[in-house]
Every structure is written in C-alpha cells, then in structure tokens.
Nanobody, 116 residues
Framework: QVHLVESGGGLVQPGGSLRLSCEAS????????MGWYRQAPGKQRELVAT???????TYVGSVKGRFTISRENAKNTVYLQMNSLKPEDTAVYYC??????????WGQGTQVTVSS
C-alpha cells in the first residue's frame, strides 16, 4: 500500500506565501513522478506542478514564476512553495504520485484559501 500525507495548507492574504508538503510512504518505486493538482469549487481538478525523480518539472502556466516544486527523493517527499498568491489560487490541493506510468495515488487534499 501507498499513502500520501499532505500538510501546509491554510488561509493567507493575497500576495502571501505558503509551503505545502507531501510525504509518501509504503512501497515506493523509482523512477516516479510526484506532483500537485488543485480543484476549485465548481471546477475540474487541474495540474499545478509535477517533478520526476530525474528532476524534470512541469508547471501550469498560471503559476509559473510564482510556485516552485521540489522534492527529497530519500524521504519520498515533495514540496510546493507558493509565492505571490492570488485569490484564484484558492482550491483544495492534492498530492499525486505516479509509478510505472499506471500506478496512480492521491493524497486526501489540503485547503488553500487566499483572501483578505
């Protein structure tokens, strides 16, 4: 079994910063891709950022230059540093782990609210 546990969400004012963390435990295979998705009320879940064990990153255009994804492979942990947050970043953020392209795991989600 694989479990993903997220932390770091919360309420922040526009322009503020938050750092999300996600630790994976269980039978973790490498190489793999860890990342973050988000889902705002009434919208579909969307990719925010992903990072492979090899260091390849992907970002959705709306967060480029503001969010940074990083990971510690030895700890099976991925981070999302979010700066210059905007109200439209408000969503539930989900951690994701993909192994061997077909094994797909999700965390329980953490709420990020950007509001004054």
């Amino acid at each position: 079994q694989v479990h993903l546990v997220e932390s770091g969400g919360g309420l922040v004012q526009p322009g503020g910063s938050l750092r999300l963390s996600c630790e994976a435990s269980g039978s973790i295979l490498r190489p793999n891709t860890m990342g973050w998705y988000r889902q705002a009320p009434g919208k579909q879940r969307e990719l925010v950022a992903t990072l492979t064990t090899g260091g390849t990153t992907t970002y959705v255009g709306s967060v480029k230059g503001r969010f940074t994804i990083s990971r510690e492979n030895a700890k099976n942990t991925v981070y999302l540093q979010m700066n210059s947050l905007k109200p439209e970043d408000t969503a539930v953020y989900y951690c994701n782990l993909v192994m061997i392209r077909t094994l797909n795991y999700w965390g329980q989600g953490t709420q990020v609210t950007v509001s004054s």
